[in-house]
């Protein structure tokens, strides 16, 4: 699940921003967007955020410092909203990713948000699978995985060159996994990248393997598929 924070001690801002975010993410389903009113209440449930949206002149703790602390422990994008020019060059300190400032212009936001999402989903992919498979952990490269499925209260990932079986829930590595996966099945997760074609049964992957697609699942695949060729 994808975690946004927007940091803001003036409700109304946090909440503009908030309908902002979620005005452009209306055809997502799997994120999450969280209001904090103070410094000391970001910092404190923080850690897990993949972009935070932070104003600078926040009473309790400035968003520079509020960045400072977060850089500490995650580095996850970091967007600063604000009403003050004067500290562009504090945020370059913090290895902030955009500088916006207020009032806001909508469509710059949504263009920074875009651009904050990209950035967010590369970050995701490039993040290893680690598994435990008879004791040993292994490194997997997500993008040498075709596809993961269920037996059982075992995954069997499908790879390029070999199949390994470990103790998992798929649904524990669908969320490991991210936005390059689809749930096409209960009992199949798809790489979205190792697909050939599809109907309304089946699912062709690039070397010609066929896994099954849910009837319900059909709709829902499309729109991932096709947001996910646009994005490529």
């Known amino acids: ?19 902002l975010i979620e005005k452009r993410l209306k055809d997502e389903k799997d994120y999450k967007v969280s209001l904090f009113s103070s410094g000391a209440e970001l910092l404190e449930n923080g850690k897990d955020f993949d972009i935070f949206f932070l104003d600078i002149d926040v009473k309790d703790i400035s968003g520079i410092d509020m960045a400072r602390r977060l850089r500490r422990e995650t580095e996850a994008v970091i967007v600063f909203v604000t009403a003050f020019k004067e500290y562009i060059f504090d945020a370059f300190d913090v290895q902030a990713f955009q500088y916006l400032l207020k009032p806001i212009d909508e469509d710059r936001f949504f263009q920074v948000l875009d651009k904050a999402l990209a950035e967010c989903r590369q970050k995701k992919q490039a993040e290893p699978l680690v598994i435990r498979v008879n004791g040993i952990y292994q490194n997997i490269p997500k993008e040498d995985i075709l596809y993961a499925e269920n037996e059982g209260r075992k995954v069997i990932l ?18 490991i996994l991210g936005e390059q996966f689809f749930r096409c099945h209960r009992g199949y997760l ?43």
Do not use: P, W
């Not at 060159?161 to 969320?175: F, W």
């Not at 070397?207 to 096709?226: C, G, H, R, W």
């Open 1 to 19: 699940m994808l975690q946004i924070a927007v940091c803001d001690d003036e409700k109304s801002m946090g909440e503009y921003l908030k309908q």
């Open 158 to 175: 499908h790879l390029r060159e070999k199949q390994i079986s470990y103790y998992a829930k798929m649904s524990e590595l669908e969320g």
């Open 190 to 232: 798809v790489n979205l990248n190792e697909i050939k074609g599809y109907d309304t049964g089946n699912i062709q992957l690039k070397n010609n393997e066929v896994i099954l697609m849910a009837k319900q699942k059909y709709s829902a695949f499309v729109n991932t598929y096709m947001k996910f060729l646009r994005r490529k």
